[in-house]
């Protein structure tokens, strides 16, 4: 059911900005995304009965109406899902599943795994048997499109995941026109501990007239060998 109601979703939104990519209208979704229910309490996951992590439920609920104006939107192109396909690794065979031909791309010379998402998923490496947990540092870069009419104002706030810092930069992201970009960096340094467990946070764009918050959940994922990413 969800993902007939999400395609719907998606579909009015393209009906009213038809201007906009697969990503954007992706993004419009999950940026507006409720993290809580309907009650304002915190979204329960059905399989554990406890309260759901963004690994669960992903940005949290969908807006229809929300994301009909979601102030920033996160767009990506094609040629970067080629990029990110590039950074893994892949076989030519298997770049074509994803792909379908090779033909059609040329440029493999940029291969990224930082994708202008609008998440956010840092592994850190661990030593299970010394239990050694070094300062985990990763930097991301994002590039947002102003999707209001004109100028605005937007400054991040950060939800940090325990055990970690975060710096944003920059703070304060100032628009003077419709779809104009802007891009910023955020940096995590996280320490682990002997629960090798997984935190969570987010970052939020929040308009200066407090009219827009453009969310991002933000998940801290230790990385172990024989562990499966699944089993968390």
Known sequence: MACLHASGIAAMLKSVHPEWSPSAIKSAMMTTANPLDNTRDQIIASDTNEPATPLD???????????????????????????????????????????????????????????????????????????????FVKKFT??????????????????????????????VLA????????????????????????????ITRVEDNGKQTVRSPISVHPVIEDWPLSGY
């Open 57 to 135: 439920m992903g940005a949290g609920f969908i807006d229809p109406n929300r994301a009909l104006d979601p102030g920033l939107i996160y767009d990506a192109t094609t040629q970067d899902y080629i990029n990110l396909i590039c950074s893994m690794n892949f076989t030519e065979d298997q770049f074509k599943t994803f792909a379908r031909s090779s033909a059609n791309y040329h440029n493999y010379s940029t291969p990224s795994a930082d994708l202008n998402y609008p998440s956010f998923i840092a592994l850190w490496e661990s030593d299970i048997e010394q239990k050694n947990f070094p300062w």
């Open 142 to 171: 994002r590039t947002v499109t102003n999707a209001g009419s004109g100028t605005a104002k937007y400054t991040a706030k950060v939800e940090t995941p325990k055990n970690a810092r975060i710096s944003v930069s920059p703070q």
């Open 175 to 202: 628009f003077g026109k419709k779809y104009e970009k802007k891009s910023y960096s955020m940096t995590i340094r996280y320490r682990g501990d002997e629960k090798f467990s997984t935190n969570y946070g987010s």
